[in-house]
């Protein structure tokens, strides 16, 4: 339900952003050709998206330059629970020993 506020809410700040920039027009040059009486909001935007586009590689370069995470140790084979009351395999073991203690 907070994604959803949240989505509501930015898009409204984006509308109200629209709806008060829609006379102001500017001049935008490309360094060959330069686009005349473009509306305020369009520039922002497509400026807006540029710079997420030339995020993205630093993006990716972070994520391949994580260090991974290991994967935990297993436990051996003899520390494995699996005999009486929980006790380990070492443990059940050593109850047949004449000195085991139960």
Sequence with gaps: MRRLI?????????LAFIVLNLDNKCDVSFGFQTAKDLP???TAFV???????CAVPFII???KSRPRVEEP???HKGA????RKGKSHAAVEGENDPYGID
């Design 6 to 14: 949240g989505f509501i809410l930015i898009f409204a700040l984006f």
């Design 40 to 42: 305020v909001f369009i």
């Design 47 to 53: 400026a807006f998206f540029f710079g997420m586009l």
């Design 61 to 63: 370069g972070l994520k």
């Design 73 to 75: 140790i297993k436990p």
């Design 80 to 83: 494995r629970f699996f005999g």
